[in-house]
Structures are given as structure tokens and as C-alpha cells.
């Protein structure tokens, strides 16, 4: 097995535990490269068949080509994907950067989408490589009620024995991904021949790294037109895959206060 | 630009904990290594420069992980990360685990994902109880390839005698662990002496640098040559095919072969390997793999079957030994109840006793009655129902297991059967374990409950001890998970006897319905203890003749001038005056057993060793095996 081959295992493997442990269960679906190539996997998993729903978590503030592309492959695919419109920025902790109450407005979204439909497990496609915070998560990552993640005590998570028990208004975040990293997300995406919004990929010396809010969201400089230019680049870069994530430079621990209170 | 081969082709990767004492820097050695491996993204160091002169700090390399602000602020590592660097030959990971004991939780999740450890100790302070206690738990997850840094050589003016001192006293310990440190090396991690190069001030030292020796760990794999194990994960319907799925734990599959499913001993044919999305449908399947596949026949198998080959199947138990670390707060103790997860099979078991508790700053074993939070035992543990297992050295993936406390993970194990021979073979001769549509055998309730159904007959005079043995014996063995039960004077008199009265025939009378109720225990399964004077023999034959193969007269053995001194509800008093009739031993024989299946001297012992005595008679005779 390669690398590669590994990693699908281990995502296919977490999948399906989830699927076997945790009923009710929803995948957030952002449309980027990471939660497609999950995707990608799910369909594997259960050989064709997607037995959750996808969520997009809809701010109204994605980028154009994002909307096309999701339209597209929903079609394509048949996929059960359901939008969930998030409440606007008001409703978010005025005490928070600009930018981070921007980003807050999913975590609202994410909240009331659990509440009104009793999930308890959610499936996202992060990544431990992507930014300190999430480096230090767990697989199966419990959420309080109202979707606080207490990451002082998280429980112990060893041999791929699963935390799957608990108690009552408790949800889980599930990452099948968390151990992948960006390049090898780049690598899988060209092996398998999955389709990208064609954003990532760089015009007149531009493209996006990471897709987020249009708002909050900046391309950065780079001249791979690409998947095979995007992994030469990635081979060399030191600059960090959020570098256009404006939420994420605010504060020493804007990125924590926003994942402590239930960002993804 | 390189052709896209290369980007489709293994890189190896290797997974590194960083693991040691709190404050002996393993935060710093990973900030350093980043930093001097050319790692740290642009910004970074000026990033860390910034955030350390914020807090009043030199310029701390820990920054350069620690990511909540706890961290940051008490520079200290709460929970376990990871950070990915890049050798030119190949990609690491680097989990960084804390040092604190009350984060052991977060460590051992770290440590358990790791290929190989570099534990870190601090010169001046030397090997402590987390340098020990960690290599100790590195031991137990299986890692063999371990290097030692023995940092801050700076504050010890880079002494060699300093660094040999370390370097003797932690080899001598991870040696008699099973460890044998690949190489130590003297570090500077704030200053950064023989992290990615040599050190003029370390100029005696002749050994690898970190990075080198990094680079020379390869990542750990399943040896090809283990059985198949494949347990199953879940049975999919989503169309006509019924798919059952799993993850190879290692072996290979193919398309034809013969599966056999345990512990429901039932077999079928692989009939396909099934897959989404790949033109050919596969014909095998290697260790690693996440597979589906259908059979032949349709047969009922669920998620916590294990399948392997007829020719090598795992063993099957109801009881078998485990060294296990405990995380809990709350200490582990005898005939508690938890929930066993060994890969996808999860079944309730019960801790029938802690052999021995390690100490892993000594090494040193003990005895005790529990086990404490971060501790390490040797406990053995019998459970419902049959599992299917390997032991830990044969096949770690199969012979280990998590704890299950409520909701909380409490505890990892590592399985033995030392003591204990593989159920297959007397499973298989007693078909009824698994289809229970026939008459329960002594031997079917004997492996479900841990031991055979019995009576334990205890005979003796008035305050001998029998009463009080009795209950002590039943707490005992009721801690251990038996199933047991007293039954004396006060619960038979009052009501299945209550006819009765104490004239020589209504004795009788009682000691035959005495016997009659412990035969029926016994053959339900539970071991009755009865405590009665039951001073004739002959009636005590009789209530032997009742359950033969099941009987044990136990004689709680005590002279008259012994239990009249003690004399704790006044009888002989009161016989001696004359106020009670027939009174065994002053007024009436008691006749002592010619041949009792075992004594039990409560005159020159103490409760505490009668007990004992009693506990590994049971052990020895009544427990099954």
C-alpha cells in the first residue's frame, strides 16, 4: 500500500465505524478541495450509496464559482445535499474581530441545524496540518450541547478505539481526514480524478489556496494553472495554506475562541 | 516540474512522539528542529519573537506548537499535537506529547499513532518519574525504536560526566524494560547544539545528530506473515448485494477462501471483493485494506465477528489476563464492570483480580486491591459472553483493547492467556454455546459464569466462625464476579422452613430441604455456601446425595471451650444454665466429619487467613478454566 492508499484506508475505516456507532448522522459539505475529496471517500465507504445528508452551512457570501460547481456535481452525482442559511452577523459575539464574526455566522448556522434536526454526529473535512488548533483534535471529538468544545479534557483516543458513547444532548464531530495534509489531499485529488472548483487553480498569477467566504477570503500569489503545479508548489512553500483566511491573523487566539465555542 | 508519477508514488512517512518529564523541554526541541530544519513558515520566528517578548520570555521555540492560549500562557503542552517536517528523505510527522502526569491521557493518544520516540531529559535534573513512567508506556504501545536526548546540555557547562551519568542510569532502566535506546544523544535544544548539525562544544560526542537520527528510524509495519484477521465492521444493504465490510488487521483475502467467523464458529465462502468506482473488481486483499465483501451463503454474521482462516483461527475465551495503564480518576478495583472494545467487538467484563500493580519507577511489583489513575497492573479479566482474540505477542492488532467506564475511555490492555488454555476446543464439543435451543450443560453455565455450580457445605459447632465466613467468602468471591449466594438460619427459617421446630426430626427435616435448595443453586450455576451446625453425618450425607458431583463439606473447626469463650449470642450460657434443650456440644453430639473436603482451623487462625484459605480453595477446585 502507499501513502496514499493508507490514508483512504484509515478515512474509509473511520467512516464506517461512525456509520455503524452513531446514528443520525450529517456530513458539512463547504465545496472545497478537502470536503470533495471526502466526498469522494464517503462514496467509496458505502459503495455508491451517500446515507447521510450533505450540509452546506450557506452564509450567501460564497464565491460564484463555488455555488456552480456545488450545482453541478449534486446533479451529477445525485447527491442529498441541503443548504442551511446562516443568521447574519448580528447574531454572532460582538466581542469578536470583524472577520471572525463573519466566520462565527456558521457556527450559528451549524448550531441550529444540530438542534433542529438532533444529529449527533457530524462528519468535516479538517485537517491537523492546517492550523494549530486543529492539530490537536481528536477523530471523534465530542461537543457539548450547545456545541462548546472543552479541548482541556479531551478524552484519550488510542488504536483506533473510537470515543462513541455519550450521554445525553452530547454530539459528535467526526474528521475522517485529520491526518491528512494539504499536499496529500492535492495528490489523492489527481490520483482519483476528482473534480476542484476551478478557483484553486491560478489566473494572471493568482489563485486560492483555501476557499472560504468571499468577503473574508484572498487568493494568493502563485502561478500554478494546475493540480500537477499545485503539488510542485506545495513540495517548496513555507507559507502557511490559511495565509488567506482573514479570521485566522486577527488575535493571538481568535482561531481558538472560535473553535472553543463551536467553529468547525 | 516533476512528472505526476512521482506525486502518485509512496513517500515514506514516519510518525515521531516527543515524549519526557515536564519542563525538559520536548516542546523546544520540536520548535528547534523546525527552525533549524528550514520548517518554520516565514513570519514564524518573528511570530514567536513577538509572542515571547508579549509574555516577558527569551524567544521560547515552544510557541512554535503550543496553541492555546493556556499553553502559551503557563508554557506548558495541555494536549498532544502534531506538526509535519520534511527530511529530503521522506516527510515526519512530529506528535508532540505532554509531560505533565495529569495529561498521561494525552500522551499515551499521541504516543499510541507513533512509529518511533525520541525521549528528552533534562541534564541537570536528570531521569524522573515521567522519563520513566513514559518509556514505560512506550514499552506497553508497542514501540521498540526509541532515541534519548539528554537536553540543556548548556546548563551543565556541556559536561560529558554529566551525560554519561544520564546516559548509564536511563539505559539500565529501558533495558530492563525490553528497550534498548537506539542512540542518546547530548542536546542543546534553546541553543540548538546537535539538533540538524554537530556542536564544537559537544566536540567529545561522536554520535549522530537528532536529525540524522530520525532519519534513520523506519516506520513501523505488520508482518506479512500473521494470519488472516478481519473483523467485521458493519453489513451493508444498500442494494441487491448484502457487502460486509472491514479493515484487513492483517493476512490477506481472497476471492474463494474459506472464512471462518468467530465466535460464532459459523463458515463461508468469499465470494467477491467489492469496491466503487474501479473498473476490475480485485481478487485479494492485504493487510491495511478497508474492504468489502460478499459470500456464498448467506449466513447471519454481524459487526464484532472476527474473520480468519479454518487453518489459524484466534483464540476463544470467557477469561484471560491483561496488563493494562489506567486513566481514570478513579481507581480500578476487583469485580468491577466495564465495557471491553477489541476492534469491533464490544462485550461486558468483569476484573476477577489484580494480580500484581507496577510500580514503573522501581519496577518493583505488588499486590494490591486496586489500581490507581496513570498506573500500570497485571489484572485478569473474565467476561459474559466468548470473545474471539490472539494474545498481544502473537498479534497486536487483535490482542489489544480499550476500557469502557459509562461514557469515558478508562483504560488500554494488552492480552495473555498465560494460565489459561484456548475455549475453542471445548466450545466446539458443546455446540449449545452457540444455539441455545437445547438443555443447558453444567459446562455451557460453568463458561459463561467463570467457574461450576457447587455447594459448599459448611458443618461445625455453634461460634466456630460459619455464619461470619460465610459472608466474608460471599463478599469475596460476589467481588470477583461470582455468582454466589448464603443461605443460613435466617433466611430459611423464616420462611421455607418456618414449619419447622428444633426437635431431632424437624433438624432433619430442615437439613433436607437445606440441601435440597442448594443442589437446585448449583445446578442453576451459582455456588451456595451454607452455614448450619449440621451435626450428624448422616444428614449431611444425605444432603450430599442431593448434588454429589457439586458437594464440598467444609469444616469450620473450633473445640467447645473455644466457641463457648466466644460465645457472641449468649447460647452457651444460656444451655449450660439449662434453658436450652439438645444443645450441640454441651447437650447433644456433634459428630465431626471423617473426612471433610477441607478444614478450616478457627481456633489458632485469623478470619482474614480462614478466608484466604477458603478463596483459593474455590480457586483451585470450583473455578473453570
Redo the contacts between chains.
Sequence with gaps: ??????L???T??IL??A??RISNLAMLWSIGKDSTALLWMV???????I?FPLVLLDTGMELDEVYAFRDQLVTEWKLPAISEPCPPEESTDPSLPPASRAAARKTEGLKNLISRNGYQGIFLGIR??E???R??E?VFSPRSIDGQWD??D??????D?Y?T???EGVHVRIHPILQW?ELDI??YT??EGIPIVPLYLARNGKRYRSLGEKNITFPVNSNADSI??I??ELETT???ERAGRAMDHEA??SF?RLRATGYM | MQSSDFHSTARAQLKLVVVGHVDHGKSTLIGRLLHDTGALPPGKLEEIKATSARRGMPVEWSFALDSFQAERDQAITIDTTQIWFRTPTRDTVIIDAPGHREFLKNMVSGAAQADAAVLVIDAEEGVRDQSRRHAYLLHLLGLRQIAVVVNKMDLVAFSQDRFATISEEITAYLVRIGLTPKVIIPISAREGDYIASPSSRLAWFKGPTLVEAIDAFSPKSVSAQLPLRLPIQDVYKFDQRRILVGRIESGTLRVGDKLLFSPSNKTAEVRSIESFGDQTMPTEAKTGEAVGFTLSEQIFVERGELGSHESAPPVLSTIFRATIFWLASHPLVIGQRLKLKLTTREVIVTVQSIDKVIDTETLAPSAGSEVSRNAVAEITLRSQNVVALDEYRDNPATGRFSLVDGYDTVAGGLISMEGYPDQRPNLRKNPELYHVDHILSAEVRATRNGHYGSVLWFTGLSGAGKSTLAMRLEQALFARGYQVYVLDGDNVRAGLNADLGYAPKDRAENIRRVGQVAALFADAGFIVITAFISPYQADREYARSASPKAFHEIHIKADVATCEKRDIKGLYKKARAGLIDDFTGISAPYEEPANPNLAIDTKSQSIDACLEKLISYVDDKIRHR
Design positions: 500500500m502507499t501513502d496514499l492508499d493508507k483512504e484506508a484509515q474509509l475505516y464506517r465505524e456509520y455503524a462514496r467509496k465507504a458505502f459503495f455508491g450509496t446515507p491537523r496540518d492550523q494549530a488548533m492539530a490537536k481528536r479541548f482541556r479531551q478524552p484519550p483516543e488510542f488504536w478505539q470515543k458513547d455519550f450521554p495534509t492535492w495528490r489527481k490520483r500537477d503545479a503539488i510542485a513555507k507559507t502557511s493571538e487566539d481558538e
